[in-house]
Nanobody, 126 residues
Framework: VQLQASGGGLVQAGGSLRLSCASS????????MGWFRQNPGKARDFVAA????????RYADSVKGRFTISRDNAKNTVYLQMNSLKSEDTADYYC????????????????????WGQGTLVTVSS
């Protein structure tokens, strides 16, 4: 499985960015998908995830109300719309495909996501 993330960049505080992640998986439409972020020397933190059919989502408290995760199963792609960005949102953002299949349960820990894309850097200037 290959995941290709894109959409990162430099944005001013208060601005918006939309990340995309395209998956090569033939079972994409039955898998939970997530976004995590990481800064150098820090742990990889959960940001948001979406269940297999898009009917359920889950967010870290720090991004609730500002970020929205969505997916298009016809395009094998998951998105992260990030609004009202803050300097503390600066990080490498990683998309991940999880092991949960056709279920409403949404995991938030790294080990439940065996497949990862490369990071896309988001830098928010204050």
């Amino acid at each position: 499985v290959q995941l290709q993330a894109s959409g990162g960049g430099l944005v001013q505080a208060g601005g918006s960015l939309r990340l995309s992640c395209a998956s090569s998986s033939r079972t994409f439409d039955s898998r939970v998908m997530g976004w995590f972020r990481q800064n150098p020397g820090k742990a990889r933190d959960f940001v948001a995830a979406i269940n297999w059919n898009g009917g359920r989502t889950r967010y870290a408290d720090s991004v609730k109300g500002r970020f929205t995760i969505s997916r298009d199963n016809a395009k094998n792609t998951v998105y992260l719309q990030m609004n009202s960005l803050k300097s503390e949102d600066t990080a490498d953002y990683y998309c991940a495909q999880g092991t949960v299949t056709r279920n409403d349960y949404i995991p938030t820990i790294v080990r439940d996501y065996p497949y990862w894309g490369q990071g896309t850097l988001v830098t928010v200037s204050s």
